[in-house]
């Protein structure tokens, strides 16, 4: 199809864009690799299958269904146009070449080709529409948390960037087709090209074959002019996302990061408090980012006028690279912190590690991780925190609870309850981790004693630890205290292994998260399960029979860490559906998709005086919504948050709340 002179001048481009390429994806890499934890590129093929699910489009129907269909096609038919390029190439270096001229294969290709050709134009034509004609408030983030300036208006530019060369890319292309259809009267296999062929009728064929020249030269050399600015564009999401799904370690929890080794006098930083100090991992997020903001579509910190922004802190993070490219390829060291241009220290306080930002995203970010390491560094590093939180170290550091009650009245809870304890019986089956709110709080007593009388009733091989229980560092850790926490865990851990401790029950799923996961990074790898699951088995077994009907409509309120952390969803909704008489009805917000109660993250300890207004009070308005009798919950913070909330709405003349033990137990015949 090239004369020679044209064949030259597309190699010469071709080296050209190659070279510039290796240059733009190089820094890539160097940037990437300059972070403090290397990432485990031996991952690539143990999660290959996974990443293609990714790539193809799987996670995003999660949400926005319609936006989610067609960002679907728009990315089929990008990918197949990888194919494309490569095969116009050769047919414009090559004359006379068609690609499985008369065959079946050929045939669904070219069918394929004109269909996605049709599709992505459509798809882009309908996300410009959204972002700029409808302005769709889901694509906005408020710019108060946009602290990098160029960020701010380069959200948009970026879009309309990429969309265009989409569009014009695909557009030429499917023109370049029309003109050489428009040359043998078109083709069946080809029916949007073929109708639009129809348009050049009477066209002599010298102008038709220079019109293909030119729609050639516009396409492939926009793919050649792109493919070096890939990098710095949101499209690099399109080969970096699948690769983020890849080096993701499926045995790691959002919540569970790695531990800090103490003992390692090399170590002159703890947590993040500049690029360099983030993962590997983490830096590579920015660069994977879709920018489609669903993380912040239930970030409870967000939805409450927060100064957070999940998605802020990807964008933040990218055009600060983009804006230091040049020296953080060079090695150059920074010295700008993470609190001055990706998040503040108000945002850094603001989240509460619900896991939604890490749940929700499509191409496997964790902003929520970049969050707790920059706390470490204001806790460990500079002693910058809230004035709550040195209350909460003191009272965990001398009296092992938040609460900072003495230990010694860890087994008030008690009273003339049978309840065995270590020290006495030797060994159980089971240790009943009470937590520090069973032990203190009045609410997640009443769990504790319901327990106890249902683990009675089943004949359960159980003992608590009574006094010698001690807080298991979760909020410690949450808040960035991670010496703290260590300190704390290896307590816990002596004592275990003194019992021969091997399986837990707690009703708590900090507590649960922080012994099931954050313990096996400690060498510990215990049978924790929360009581929900417990309680669930139990009825099923047939070891707990519920006789007396409620007659009560009751909503279930998801716990972060109970649910997104440790997906559990089901067994508390057992527990509540074996209750004769009882409606379970859901919140619109529920499961993975269910709201903060606001106490994660350390943030039960925390004053919430930032945004307009507090997150269990946006719960209430899913307790409007649905009006239940009773909302049941399966945490003692989530307890204590929806608590406060109906009171603080005034739905208590309607709408009460219980662990589900309690209710569970209330349904026991006398």
């Not at 348009?199 to 019109?211: E, K, R, V």
């Not at 809870?413 to 032990?439: F, H, S, T």
């Amino acid at each position: 199809m090239l004369s020679g002179w044209e064949k030259a001048v597309f190699i010469l481009a071709l080296l050209g864009s190659l070279g510039a390429t290796r240059t733009t994806f190089g820094n890539m890499f160097k940037i990437i690799n300059r972070g403090a934890l290397p990432i485990d590129w031996s991952l690539i093929f143990k999660r290959f299958p996974a990443a293609m699910l990714a790539f193809l489009g799987t996670p995003l129907f999660k949400t926005r269904p319609l936006a989610t269909i067609i960002h679907t096609g728009v990315s089929w038919g990008f990918i197949l146009y990888m194919l494309v390029n490569f095969i116009d190439i050769i047919y414009g270096l090559f004359s006379g070449f068609h690609f499985l001229p008369d065959s079946i294969a050929g045939n669904v290709y070219r069918l394929f080709v004109d269909i996605f050709s049709v599709i992505v134009l459509f798809g882009v034509s309908y996300f410009l529409f959204r972002r700029f004609v409808q302005k769709d408030p889901a694509l906005h983030i408020n710019e108060s948390v946009m602290l990098n300036k160029k960020a701010r208006k380069g959200v948009f530019s970026d879009s309309a960037l990429v969309a265009f060369f989409i569009f014009f890319h695909v557009g030429f292309r499917l023109l370049g087709a029309s003109f050489e259809l428009a040359q043998v009267e078109g083709d069946i296999f080809q029916p949007a090209a073929s109708a639009i062929a129809t348009l050049w009728t009477g066209y002599s064929p010298g102008t038709l074959i220079f019109s293909e020249h030119v729609a050639w030269w516009l396409a492939i050399g926009l793919i050649l002019a792109f493919i070096p600015y890939f990098p710095t564009t949101k499209h690099a999401h399109l080969f970096m996302g699948p690769l983020n799904h890849m080096i993701t370690n499926p045995e790691h929890t959002a919540a569970s990061f790695e531990t800090i080794d103490f003992e390692n006098e090399s170590l002159e930083q703890y947590g993040a408090a500049l690029l360099e100090h983030l993962p590997q991992k983490n830096i590579l997020d920015a660069y994977a980012c879709i920018m489609c903001n669903r993380c912040q579509d239930a970030c409870p910190a967000y939805i409450t006028g927060k100064p957070l922004s999940p998605s802020a802190i990807e964008v933040n993070k990218r055009y600060y690279i983009r804006d230091h490219v040049a020296e953080l390829a060079r090695g150059d060291e920074t010295t700008d912190r993470l609190s001055d241009w990706m998040l503040s220290e108000d945002a850094i306080w603001a989240c509460t590690s619900c896991g939604y930002c890490v749940e929700v995203c499509p191409v496997a970010n964790e902003p929520m991780v970049d969050i707790l390491r920059a706390r470490q560094d204001l806790v460990m590093m500079e002693s910058k925190f809230p004035k709550e939180a040195v209350t909460t170290f003191k009272n965990l550091e001398v009296n092992g609870n938040p609460w900072g009650q003495s230990a010694q009245d860890r087994e008030k809870w008690i009273g003339d309850l049978n309840v065995p304890k270590m020290r006495e019986k030797g060994k159980a089956e089971y240790l009943y981790w009470v937590g520090c709110a069973g032990a203190y709080d009045a609410r997640g007593q009443a769990v504790s004693q319901a327990m106890v009388k249902l683990m009675n009733h089943a004949n359960i091989d159980y003992a608590v630890l009574g006094t010698e229980e001690t807080c298991t560092g979760d909020s410690a850790r949450r808040l960035g205290n991670e010496y703290l926490f260590q300190m704390m865990a290896q307590q816990n851990i002596d004592t275990f292994d003194n019992y021969g401790v091997t399986k837990i029950i707690t009703q708590c799923p900090h507590c649960l998260n922080t012994l099931k996961n954050d313990y096996k990074a400690l060498g510990k790898n215990y049978e924790v399960i929360h009581h929900a699951e417990f309680l669930a088995e139990l009825v099923d077994q047939g070891k707990i029979s519920p006789a007396k009907a409620s007659n009560s409509n009751i909503a279930y309120h998801d716990s972060c860490y109970l649910g997104r952390h440790n997906d559990i969803y089901d067994a508390p909704r057992d527990v509540i559906k074996a209750i004769p008489g009882v409606n379970l009805e859901e919140f619109p917000r529920a499961m993975n998709e269910g709201l903060c109660c606001g106490a994660g993250g350390g943030r039960m300890w925390l004053e919430e005086t930032l945004g307009d207004k507090t997150i269990n009070v946006e719960r209430m308005e899913d307790v409007k919504t649905i009006n239940p009798d009773e909302v049941a919950t399966a945490c003692p913070f989530c307890a204590t948050m929806i608590n406060d909330g109906i009171k603080a709405e005034e739905l208590d003349a309607k709408t009460s709340s219980k662990d589900i033990a309690q209710y569970l137990l209330e349904s026991l015949a006398e």
